[in-house]
């Protein structure tokens, strides 16, 4: 069992910017950030592999986030810049022990077993 512990999240005037971070109790093969708004459904955000070679991103955040890890520190980063008030949401770290070879795979929720609480981000305008 992987625990997940996200930080970071707050409140940011548009655009301004954040850095979320996940603290995993263990090694996982992916860790994805995904996101809630209310009323919404769990959406993709970003992905990266555990070498780090790979990372994938929703449309709506590609050239304003980035995603990154520290192995050392089992920990994966969530830079988020240029956000605008659509970026609000609860931001919710995932891992999972599974391999992946493309982009829907990795941004998949069901491709995810271990969930941390999630992280409130909201962006005024």
């Known amino acids: 069992q992987v625990q997940l512990v996200e930080s970071g999240g707050g409140l940011v005037q548009a655009g301004g910017s954040l850095r979320l971070s996940c603290a995993a109790s263990?090694?996982?093969?992916?860790t994805g950030w995904f996101r809630q708004a209310p009323g919404k459904e769990r959406e993709f955000v970003a992905a990266?592999?555990?070498?780090?070679?790979?990372?994938y991103y929703a449309d709506s955040v590609k050239g304003r986030f980035t995603i990154s890890r520290d192995n050392a520190k089992n920990t994966v980063y969530l830079q988020m810049n240029s956000l605008k008030p659509e970026d609000t949401a609860v931001y919710y770290c995932?891992?999972?022990?599974?391999?992946?070879?493309?982009?829907?795979?990795?941004?998949?929720?069901?491709?995810?077993?271990?969930w941390g609480q999630g992280t409130q981000v909201t962006v005024s305008s």
């Open positions: 263990g090694r996982t093969v992916k």
């Open positions: 995932a891992a999972s022990a599974a391999y992946c070879s493309n982009y829907g795979c990795y941004a998949s929720v069901r491709m995810y077993g271990y």
């Open positions: 990266i592999n555990y070498g780090g070679s790979s990372t």
